[in-house]
């Protein structure tokens, strides 16, 4: 629906991921399809993930994609960043290290 696509340029906007000043028809059709598939929340979620990890000298990730390269199948930045643990691990600059057996349950 007409509230569900601008809810989500909304989000992107607030996110500051990168600004843009209309909707194009690139960007339009990578909305629908992307709600065709996702639900709103999941959709904003994903681009509020995007945002923190971007956001966060913590992560090595630092390409800030338009929104319809974000929401398109080929760069698939839904999937990447909807489970934000998944995405930390994924692109964290530094993986934790792991505890020696020792120290496990301490």
Excluded at 6 to 25: A, G, M, N, V
Excluded at 31 to 44: P, R
Aim: glycine share 8%.
């Amino acid at each position: 629906s007409y509230y569900q696509e601008l809810q989500l340029f909304k989000t992107w906007l607030e996110c500051h991921i990168r600004d843009h000043r209309q909707i194009t028809p690139q960007m339009y059709h990578a909305v629908k399809a992307s709600l065709e598939i996702y639900a709103t929340s999941e959709v904003c979620t994903a681009i509020k993930n995007y945002a923190v990890i971007l956001g966060s000298d913590k992560y090595y990730w630092t390409h800030r994609w338009g929104l319809g390269e974000f929401l398109g199948k080929e760069r698939d930045g839904i999937g990447k960043f909807l489970d934000f643990g998944v995405a930390h691990k994924n692109y964290l600059k530094e993986p934790l290290p792991e505890r020696s057996e020792k120290w496990k349950g301490r």
